[in-house]
């Protein structure tokens, strides 16, 4: 074969040879500021409790929230996503719309810590809240059973939004599912002075098993699915509805959840979308990795990076991940030279 041929002059892996080659030839960077740290805190503990299905996370005291919340800060985040764990719930979530209420309570210690170096973000979602488990309140159906009542359950969403907006949350996260959300919170920021509160909307939320550990997380009470709410996994084109639906109502980001599974979903959404766009890198994916590098069988540090660029590179501008923390620590290291071995 001719040295000379346009094929061998075409040689893609000198863009590969080592890493200052290959950090110049990257198409996508992750950076401390595109990730977002989900944390979980629990009313009533005075120390940090693990969760058994997240190694390495905990439900959080206050105290334990307030460290995380600062080291968050101080690795260059987004923002943090507060989650509430409650001691009591009820058929209508009343632990919610307490100000008194564990998240509200946990959301004016982050704002506290933060000083403005970060965006606190709140879980809006009853099912931590509700005695049943569901996203919403219930009435009885056509044929005797339980079913979430949409348009009542947009009543509760305006007052836990008014709740977090008074404790001092940056962001409110819609995570339900009901049709509508967005536009009645949005609405009721408004009108009550919160104009400069902003909404992400849990746009496109699958059913997905990969929730699994977050019920462990939450301590969730829920029997049975979310599926007469959430996404079926088997719809691509529904995403596009309901992201415009969320964007027509003012929502300031978008989300895609999970992320691993609906990479074609994050990259519809993201050639589309007006505004910013999120994906959630779930308790079931981050349970994965870790099992598996508990295990021995992958490298969890190579695991980690590689899912979450791929999420990146997706289109997602920020990512909801349980590393974030760790991952920015690493991004701030000065990539490693291996030492022997070839390449
Ligand atoms: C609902 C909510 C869920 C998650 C975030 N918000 C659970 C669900 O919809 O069943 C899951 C997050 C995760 O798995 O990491 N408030």
Known sequence: MSTQSPD?????????????????????????GDLVLPVFVKEGLTTPAPIASMPGVVQHSRASLRAAVEQAADAGLAGVMLFGVP???D??????????????????DAVAVARGRLVVMADLCLDEFTDHGHCGVLRVGPDGELVVDNDATLDRYVEMALAQARAGAHLVGLSGMMDFQTGVVRDALDEAGFGDVLVLAYAAK???????PFREAVDSTLVGDRKTYQMDPANRREAAREVAADVEQGADVVMVKPALAYLDVLADVAASSSVPVAAYQVSGEYAMVEAAAANGWIDRR???EESVVSIRRAGADLVL???A???AGWLREPAAIPAGGAR
Do not use: K, M, Q
């Open 8 to 32: 061998r002059r075409n040689r893609p892996r000198r863009l590969r040879a080592n890493p200052a080659v290959r950090a110049l030839a990257a198409e996508t960077r992750v950076h401390p």
């Open 325 to 327: 923390t760790e991952l």
């Open 321 to 323: 991940t349980y590393w």
């Open 206 to 212: 699958y059913a997905s098993a990969f929730y699994g």
């Open 87 to 89: 001691l009591v719930r």
């Open 302 to 304: 190579r695991a980690i």
């Open 91 to 108: 058929a209508t979530g009343s632990g919610a719309t307490d100000p008194a209420g564990i998240l509200n309570v946990a959301i004016a």
